[in-house]
C-alpha cells in the first residue's frame, strides 16, 4: 500500500477536480468560526510598538512556527496521533492514517509543515486587561489596543487576495488558499478531542468510495483538514492568554512577501498587513494603558498624540488591575 504524502502536491489536483472532496477543505471548522461573538480583538504591545501600529498604519503577523509555545503544532499532532492509533481499523481510509503516523514516526517528522505553502498567524487575545498579558509582552507597562475584528479580517483577505493573483485560480479553489480561518484557540482536551472525533465520523461516511486511489485522496484530505485544526489548538496551559488567531498561508512560490527582523539571536519571518486608512475606519476602537501606568500624564500624551492624528473617537482607558508595586 502507498504511503500518504503530507504535503500539498499539484498531482494531487487532478484527483480533487474528480472526486467531490474539495468540500471538506471549505466548510467551516467546528466550534470554532462559529465563536466570533464580539466586535473588538486585542494587542498586547510596548510603546515602541504602539507607535509603529499607528505611525506606519501596519501590523506584522508571523510564521506559525516562531510564536511564543515551542509545541506549537505538535501538540496537536500528538494528540490527533493518539487518537487515530487506538481508532479500530474497519475501513481502508483508517488503515491510510494509521500508515500515516508509522511513516510520520520513520522519519521523525509532523505534517503541518507543507513544501509548497508558509503559514502566518495574526495573535490577539479577546481580554483586553489579562495580567498574564501585560506581564509577558509589555512589562505591564506598555498598551492594549483593541481592534475592530471584522476590519482586520477584511484587511487579510484583501491582502490574501493580491498575494495569489498570479497563482491558477483552480489551484486557489482546490487547495483552499484564499480562505482564511480565525477564531478562538481551544484549550480544552476533552472539546478538542471531540472535535477530532466528529471530523473522523465525518470523513469515515465516504467509505462508500472503492478504488485505492480515492482512498489515498480522502486520507489526505482529512490531513489537510487538520492542518487548519492544528493552529487553533493548544495545550490547556495557555489558556490563561485566551487567544483569538487569524490564520493564512502563503505560497512559497510568492516569498517576496516575507520579510525577516531580528529578535534577540533570532531571525523571525513575517509579513507586513497595511491597514487601509487607520484613521477613517476606525481600525482601532480602544486603547488601554498598562497597571503600572499609573500616572495621569501618560493618558494625557495618549489623547494628544490621538488628536494630532484624528483618531478622536478611540477610548483610551487604564487597567483596572490593582498592582501595588511598579
Known amino acids: 500500500m502507498q504511503f500518504i504524502n503530507l504535503t500539498n502536491t499539484e498531482e494531487l489536483i487532478n484527483y480533487f477536480k474528480k472526486e467531490d472532496l474539495y468540500k471538506y477543505l471549505i466548510k467551516d471548522l467546528k466550534k470554532i468560526n462559529k465563536n466570533i461573538k464580539f466586535n473588538n ?17 501596519e501590523l506584522w503577523i508571523t ?29 481502508k481510509f483508517i488503515k491510510l492514517l494509521h ?14 509543515d507543507s513544501s509548497e505553502w508558509d503559514f502566518f498567524i495574526l495573535s ?12 509577558n509582552y509589555s512589562n505591564n507597562d506598555g498598551y492594549c489596543i483593541g481592534f475592530n475584528s471584522s476590519n482586520v479580517i477584511k484587511s487579510i483577505i484583501k491582502f490574501n487576495k493580491e498575494q495569489n493573483k498570479k497563482l491558477e485560480k483552480d489551484i486557489n479553489v482546490i487547495l483552499n488558499i484564499d480562505k482564511i480561518e480565525y477564531g478562538k484557540v481551544i484549550y480544552d482536551k476533552n472539546e478538542q ?7 473522523l465520523k465525518d470523513f469515515k461516511k465516504e467509505d462508500k468510495l472503492t478504488n485505492d486511489e480515492k482512498f489515498l485522496v480522502l486520507a489526505v484530505t482529512f490531513i489537510e483538514r487538520m492542518r487548519l485544526y492544528s493552529f487553533f489548538f493548544k495545550n490547556n496551559l495557555f489558556k490563561q492568554e485566551e487567544e483569538f488567531r487569524i490564520v493564512f498561508s502563503i505560497s512559497k512560490k510568492n516569498n517576496e512577501f516575507i520579510n525577516y527582523r531580528d529578535r534577540g539571536s533570532l531571525v523571525i519571518p513575517f509579513i507586513i498587513l497595511k491597514l487601509d486608512n487607520i484613521i477613517k475606519t476606525n481600525y482601532i476602537e480602544l486603547i488601554k494603558i498598562g497597571p503600572k501606568n499609573k500616572e495621569e500624564i501618560c493618558k494625557l500624551g495618549l489623547k494628544k498624540y490621538l488628536e494630532k492624528k484624528k483618531m478622536n473617537n478611540v477610548v483610551i482607558e487604564n487597567s483596572e488591575i490593582p498592582l501595588r508595586y511598579l
Open 99 to 112: 500508515q500515516s503516523i508509522e511513516f510520520n514516526k520513520k522519519i521523525n517528522t509532523y505534517p503541518i
Open 63 to 91: 510564521r506559525y512556527d516562531f510564536l511564543n509555545d515551542k509545541s506549537e503544532g505538535h501538540y496537536f499532532w500528538n494528540l490527533l496521533f493518539e487518537i487515530i492509533k487506538n481508532e479500530k481499523i474497519d475501513s
Open 41 to 57: 480583538i486585542f494587542h498586547y504591545s510596548n510603546t515602541k510598538s504602539l507607535f509603529n501600529i499607528l505611525e506606519k498604519e
Open 124 to 135: 490577539l487575545s479577546i481580554n483586553p486587561d489579562s495580567l498574564t498579558l501585560w506581564s
Open 193 to 199: 478531542i471531540k472535535i477530532i472525533n466528529d471530523e
